[in-house]
Every structure is written in C-alpha cells, then in structure tokens.
C-alpha cells in the first residue's frame, strides 16, 4: 500500500479503531442497510453521459457540475467556518445550484459527523457524497444507513484487493463510489477496477500543496466512459476553465464555496455562466 506522510498514516490508524469500534453493530447495519430503497444517482448528477457520445461530439460543451462540500475544518486549513450549521450550508448550496453535495464525517481531522449527513438528507433532494477515509466494508453500510448516495474510496490509502472489493460492496447496496488518485501509479490502479467516476485530487498528501496541473497530466489516462472529477484547489472561474479544457466532467469544491459571501456567484463563477 501506499502512502502519504505520516498524516494520512496517522488518520488510517485511527480509521481502523473506529472499525474495530463499529465492528459489533455489523449485522444490524448490513441489514439495516439492504433495507434502503430512496437512492439518488450521484453519477447522473455528475453528467456521467457526456463524454460516451462518441469522440469529439458534446465534448466540453456543457457546464462543469459541482459537487459543493459541506466542510468546517480541514488539517490544511484549520477552521473555515466557526459557526458552522451543515443543513443551512446545504440548503445554500443547492439554491445555488450545486449538482451534488459532499459531507464531511470525519470527526477528528475535519470536524464533520455523521449526522450531518442524515440531517442533510432530511433537508436537500441532491444526491449526496459521504467524504471520508473509507478502509472497511462495515463503513458502507454505516453510510447507507446514514443516507449517502455514494462514497470516497482513496486508492493510496488501500490495497488493490481492499479497493476492488469495497467497490463491489458499494455497488451491491447500489452506492456509487468516487475513486480517488493522486498520481500516475494510483491513477493505473483505479483504472485496473471497473470504478466508473474517478477523481484526481490536485492536492499532494505528503506536503499538501496543491498543483492543478495534476488535473491535467492524469486526465489523459482516462477512457471516455469514465467519469473525471477534479478536486482540491479550485477557486476561480479561470481555475475551472482549465479545467473543463483537460476533459474534467465535475469539480469537487470546498473552502471556495464555504467562504463565498455570495453562493449562488460563485457557483456560476466555476460553471462558467451568468448568475
């Protein structure tokens, strides 16, 4: 497996405690779980169909669709927004026109919980994305249960086995599964699986700078019945030009949004239409 610094070392160990925490309610959330029906398809938000038209036609010609990012803290930023309220933020976001949302419900490096989800789900009829370091067949019944649509599976923080199998796992209890790769090695790997939405974070989790030329080095790996998700360090319309020009379906974006005065502006901003 690889991976990233000690940080991300740090947060997978303390992943598998969570497991081994959740670990006893297995069968209660396994069943709990095939119960759901009321699913939401985060890969049709995403525009999945747009670049199957065959080469070249429709290509590039539609708006980026954003995933907005519902985010209180992360270890690169600190606390974005001190009076955080989940649903409100949500709320804000799809008036705004955001295409999907991602919940944060890592507790101890970025604040989020679990419940936010289950409140946002109450509250947003957008497919929604649980954000999270995802090691164990037992989180995606968790998530299910909680009211997700799809889940974060990060390919240097898996072994190959692991990553196949908890794709199999969330496409058995009908979530979608955005994969996420970091550089050419991971970008490979992902495309060895039958992962459909694949997303190139631009930041590097060993120094956390972000470099979206990343963004555009990976996407010429990626076949036309993917789906190609840029993420981290998308601020400005000119940012999502880039973009959209290297092939990318969606963008991924948080810190932008959650500290935009003026949502529904900058949502059009990085679509690249009038407000």
Do not use: C
Request: no cysteine.
């Amino acid at each position: 497996m690889k991976t990233f610094g000690n940080k991300l070392d740090e947060i997978l160990a303390d992943k598998r405690d969570e497991v081994e925490r959740l670990l006893p309610r297995i069968d209660k959330l396994q069943f709990s779980a095939q119960a759901r029906e009321d699913f939401r398809s985060f890969s049709t938000a995403l525009g999945g169909a747009l670049r199957d038209q065959g080469e070249g036609e429709g290509y590039g010609t539609n708006p980026l669709a954003v995933i907005a990012e519902v985010k209180k803290a992360s270890p690169s930023a600190g606390t974005i927004e001190p009076n955080f309220n989940p649903v409100e933020i949500a709320k804000s976001y799809a008036a705004a026109g955001a295409d999907a949302l991602s919940i944060l419900t890592d507790e101890k490096y970025f604040q989020g919980n679990l419940s936010y989800l289950s409140a946002i789900r109450e509250a947003v009829d957008l497919p929604l994305l649980r954000k999270d370091f995802i090691i164990h067949e037992v989180q995606i019944y968790e998530a299910v249960v909680a009211g997700a649509d799809a889940i974060l599976l990060i390919v240097g923080a898996l072994e190959q086995e692991e990553l196949v199998h908890l794709l199999d796992v969330a496409r058995t209890y009908q979530l979608d599964a955005l994969v996420e790769v970091h550089d050419l090695e991971e970008m490979e790997r992902a495309l060895e699986t039958d992962a459909q939405i694949i997303g190139v974070n631009n930041r590097n989790l060993k120094t956390f700078e972000v470099d979206l030329s990343s963004t555009e080095k990976l996407s010429q790996e990626v076949g036309p019945y993917h789906i190609l998700v840029s993420e981290s360090g998308i601020y400005t319309g000119e940012d999502t030009a880039k973009i959209q020009s290297w092939g990318a379906d969606a963008i991924l974006v948080g810190e932008a949004l959650m500290r935009a005065e003026d949502r529904t502006a900058k949502v059009a901003e990085l679509k690249g239409i009038e407000a």
